[in-house]
Every structure is written in C-alpha cells, then in structure tokens.
C-alpha cells in the first residue's frame, strides 16, 4: 500500500538534507539559521541539495528573524526570492506574512500565489501568532494554498492538538493541516491516535560538537547563551524511526 502520510523534515545543511533523506523523509522544508526559526536559504544550498536529493524540496522565504509584518522593502525580496527558487527548481515555497491587527495580509500572499506558478505554497507559523486561525484556514483555501504547517497556536504541538484537529476536521480536504513544532516520535504516536492528520513536520536534530580543537570561549559571534561550538544536524536513525511508525500505521 503506498504511505498515505507525509513526514517532512526541516534542514539547514547539506549534511542534514543527506540524513533526512537516507532516513526515509517523503520532503524536505529547507531553510537557514534553523536555530532561530528558519530564514531565506541561499540559492547555492538549495542547489548543492538539489544535486543529491530527487525527492521533493519546499524553500521557506523569511527574510529576518522577527515578527511577519513585513515592509515593502521586505515584501519585494520575497517576490524576488520566489521566482528565483520557482525558477531553479523548487518544488514548493513556505511563506507567511500579517497584517498588524493579526489577520493575515491577504493580498501580499495573493501576490506570491502568483509569482509561484504551479508550485505548492505552504502558510508556516505565522499562522500560529494570527488573531482567528479558522478565518485564515478558510482565507488559505481560498487562496489556493497548499498547506498549513502549524503547532496549533502553542509552543508545542501536543499542546495544540486540539485545534489542529479540528482545522484538519473544518479543511474537509481542501488543504492540508501539517502538525510541527516539538514533533518527535512519541508525539507523532499521539497524534495518530486522537486525529486524522496526515502530514508531519521535524528537525530531529541533534547538537554535534564542532570540530573546533582551539576554541577561544571569551568571544561570543551572536546571540549570548548560544555556542558557536554546537552544530544542529538532522539524526538520521530519528526520521528513520518517525517513517516507520507512518508506515506501519498505514499498513492497518
């Protein structure tokens, strides 16, 4: 029977999209600075990915760290940024933007539903800081969107598996609700118990000591409690795992 889930998982490196993908993972949602939330990947990592994956690659557009009230200067580099990976091959495009109020900016993602042609576009988290989640599922159908990758308005999916049950249950189909955010193993048990969700996002990372034989721990390069001798790296025997358990259920 074919897997009637799917299991993406979130990369940042070449490194991780090779264990994400010898884990089994059915895509790839390629970002950079995972660490923060995920950021505008640049066009030569999707490309460097590109050579050894054949399986499908959706490029989240987040030009900065921060909230998704985005400026016209902002807006017109995602635009830019979604030709530029639509034209290089991507399969999808993960993007979010809103409106002070909370609502979701409508007609800037009309805009990039545009520019994108046939590829899928997928709403990430911002969809978990809108004011009415259920007016912006019925927003993204109408749109034509292709996902909703959400935690269910919490820091962690388990926490909101309530409401992401009942937006997969309210989508009737028309779009796909993706579960995220703290999703291991375990969770992913949860949630094939109590719904019907489909569609499963994971980092499964792991923290890698870096390579680095002299280290100067008086210099910090960035955000202060943040090391810059720890690596984040996909574990393959984790996605391994989640792509059994889908597949085992599936067999039911």
């Known amino acids: 029977m074919k897997n009637k889930f ?9 490194e991780s ?52 009230l ?38 800037f993602m009309k805009e ?11 709403l990430h988290r911002a969809f978990d800081v809108c004011r009415d989640p259920f007016e912006v599922l019925n927003q993204s159908i109408d749109l034509g969107i292709h996902t909703i990758l959400t935690s269910g308005q919490q820091n962690n999916c ?22 995220g955010s703290g999703m ?4 992913m048990k949860e949630f094939l118990l109590k719904t019907k969700v489909k569609a499963f996002h994971m980092s499964a990372k792991q923290v890698l000591d870096s390579g680095m034989k002299f280290r100067n721990s008086n210099v910090s390069m ?6 810059e001798y720890e690596l984040w790296v996909t574990n393959e025997d984790e996605i391994r795992k989640a792509k059994n358990i889908l597949n085992n259920y599936s067999e039911k």
Not at 75 to 99: P, S
Not at 116 to 122: K, Y
Not at 159 to 164: A, F, Q, R, S, T
Request: hydrophobic fraction near 40%; charge should be negative.
């Open 6 to 14: 799917i299991l993406e998982c979130c990369i940042d490196s070449v």
């Open 222 to 227: 960035g955000v202060q409690g943040l090391s």
């Open 17 to 68: 999209a090779i264990n994400a993908i010898n884990g089994g993972a059915d895509r790839l949602e390629l970002c950079a600075n995972l660490i923060i939330g995920g950021t505008s990947p640049s066009i030569f990592l999707f490309k460097e990915i590109r050579k050894i994956s054949n399986i499908p690659i959706h490029v989240l557009l987040r030009p900065r760290f921060g909230d998704f």
């Open 112 to 122: 990039i539903k545009e520019v994108s042609g046939n590829i899928n576009i997928v």
């Open 184 to 187: 291991n193993t375990d969770v």
């Open 158 to 179: 388990l926490n909101g598996i309530d409401l992401i049950n009942n937006l997969n249950e309210k989508s009737s189909g028309k779009i796909s609700i993706m579960a």
């Open 70 to 107: 985005y400026t016209n200067y902002e807006k017109n580099i995602m635009k830019y940024e979604v030709e530029l990976f639509r034209d290089a091959g991507a399969d999808g495009i993960v993007v979010g933007a809103l409106k002070s109020n909370g609502e979701l900016d409508y007609d």
